[in-house]
């Protein structure tokens, strides 16, 4: 059974850059569809990115396009996520997820009830 850890959470100001890590085990990243989302206090939680790797694919949050990457390292069996020119808004509690399934509806990366597996997640929090 996949296991995920995240890591790589902090405090930062406004404009800074952090990186996540999902690191995986029991199963190999490039198998499945990877996200990542977040919550923040009083929200929902909502889709950040996504790669279905087998095939390539990466989606992006239009609130995240262009400042957020999201990426794999093979050899670790990590997937990370790159995320520059940070705002307040950006802060929550960010989680990895992952699901067996090959999404052939790319719509389906978007949503939290369609991954079975998910971290504990990791704060980031950006002063202003």
């Known amino acids: 059974q996949v296991q995920l850890v995240e890591s790589g959470g902090g405090l930062v100001q406004a404009g800074d850059s952090l990186r996540l890590s999902c690191a995986v085990s029991?199963?190999?990243?490039?198998?499945?569809?990877m996200g990542w989302f977040r919550q923040a206090p009083g929200k929902e939680r909502e889709f950040v990115a996504a790669s279905r790797w087998s095939g390539g694919g990466t989606y992006y949050a239009d609130s995240v396009k262009g400042r957020f990457t999201i990426s794999g390292d093979n050899a670790k069996n990590t997937v990370y996520l790159q995320m520059n020119s940070l705002k307040p808004e950006d802060t929550a509690v960010y989680y990895c997820a992952a699901d067996r399934e090959y999404f052939s509806d790319t719509n389906r990366v978007r949503f939290p009830y369609e991954y079975d597996t998910w971290g504990q997640g990791t704060q980031v929090t950006v002063s202003s």
């Open positions: 029991g199963g190999t990243f490039s198998r499945y569809t």
